[in-house]
């Protein structure tokens, strides 16, 4: 399975992006999908989980303001961010995870200007 995401970009501090993440099969066989960010310099944090149950997971600086979904019928995984930051500024990576496989995306670029 491979991972493909999608939907970084510029924005302005106080705008909305969504990120999407699509597998090349079978997204719903994985448990947890979660999206994580990796600033320069600093390492890879989690940004939000969701479970197969719909349950979800997010870091406290992005608490009220990212929301994550997941449509298995589509095999996707998305990181709707509004009220962006400069600090949420980072390469957004998906990831997927089950018992058998622990898979990345190849990241996704999102800039905010101030």
């Known amino acids: 399975v491979q991972l493909q995401a999608s939907g970084g970009g510029v924005v302005q501090a106080g705008g909305s992006l969504r990120l999407s993440c699509v597998a090349s099969r079978n997204i719903g066989s994985f448990t947890f999908l979660a999206w994580y960010r990796q600033a320069p310099g600093e390492g890879r944090v989690m940004v939000a989980t969701?479970?197969?149950?719909?349950?979800?997971k997010y870091g406290d600086s992005v608490k009220g303001r990212f929301t994550i979904s997941r449509d298995n019928a589509k095999n996707a995984v998305y990181l709707q961010m509004n009220g962006l930051k400069p600090e949420d500024a980072a390469v957004y990576y998906c990831n997927a995870a089950s018992p058998f496989a622990y898979i990345w995306g190849q990241g996704t670029l999102v800039t905010v200007s101030s």
């Open positions: 969701i479970n197969n149950d719909g349950n979800t």
